[in-house]
């Protein structure tokens, strides 16, 4: 990364569907691969792997997770490719994963205690809440992924301050704060980030075509419209705290 373009030192992508055969995201190895490429043009150092888990559609288990990573550093290598992947799971929530939480069957977000999760778009506000207080209270971090898509979260922003006065974080997509997803998203987005709502920010990307790893155009806007210091933080420094320590 040539760190002088942003004013970031890294930016970690900490929401991306990479891995290659295991849900919606990258089709095959060659794609992932076009996928780091692509990342590693955009400036990202670092990149979460977020497979889905859906109870009944999508599963990967956390050995699985951790083997495929491997492979996948290796590969990269090869390619002259020099982007971190670590391992983690963008979590469908239902009632009743305390179980497999518990018993290990999840990926964390890299061996921490926060964990990535996601619900319906129309889900309501108090399943919502109540779901990530549920997860607070069994002793995880949850992160709600890409905020701007909930619909609930879109008519109150005082329902984001809600989630996070019990400890829970907030991520947003990079292409919907740059504005590919139509100006009320952008907006709605620039709001949370004016009064420093939002923790993470990731691609959510899912092929190296359309939903593909891209973080420059967002970036960029970030450290023209926000505090430096705040947008560092939401582009790698939350991440190197709490995300990433493991590996440091």
Request: glycine share 8%; net charge negative; charged share 30%.
């Amino acid at each position: 990364m040539q760190s002088g373009r942003y004013g970031a030192k890294r930016i970690v992508d900490m929401h991306c569907h990479i891995l290659p055969e295991v849900d919606d995201g990258s089709k095959s190895v060659e794609m992932t691969l076009q996928m780091l490429q692509i990342a590693q043009a955009e400036g990202i150092t670092d990149i979460i792997a977020t497979p889905h888990y859906q109870s009944g559609r999508f599963y990967t288990p956390p050995d699985v997770i951790e083997e495929m990573i491997v492979k996948l550093r290796e590969h990269a290598m090869q390619k002259g490719i020099h982007i971190r992947v670590y391992p983690g799971t963008e979590i469908y929530y239902r009632s009743g994963l305390e179980e497999q939480l518990d018993k290990g069957k999840l990926a964390v977000m890299n061996h921490t205690n926060y964990i990535l999760v996601e619900f319906a778009p129309l889900d309501d506000f108090n399943y919502i809440r109540n779901g990530m207080e549920e997860l607070r209270g069994m002793g995880y971090i949850p992160i709600l992924a890409h905020v701007e898509r909930f619909q609930c979260m879109l008519e109150d922003i005082e329902r984001v301050k809600s989630i996070k006065r019990v400890g829970c974080k907030i991520s947003a997509n990079a292409g919907s704060i740059a504005g590919d997803y139509g100006f009320r998203i952008k907006r709605y987005l620039g709001k949370l980030l004016g009064e420093q709502l939002i923790d993470y920010v990731g691609t959510d990307a899912h092929s190296a075509e359309r939903r593909s790893p891209r973080m420059k155009k967002c970036a960029e806007l970030l450290y023209k419209k926000y505090d430096s210091r705040y947008v560092d933080d939401i582009l790698y420094g939350n991440a190197e705290r709490n995300l990433l320590e493991e590996d440091e």
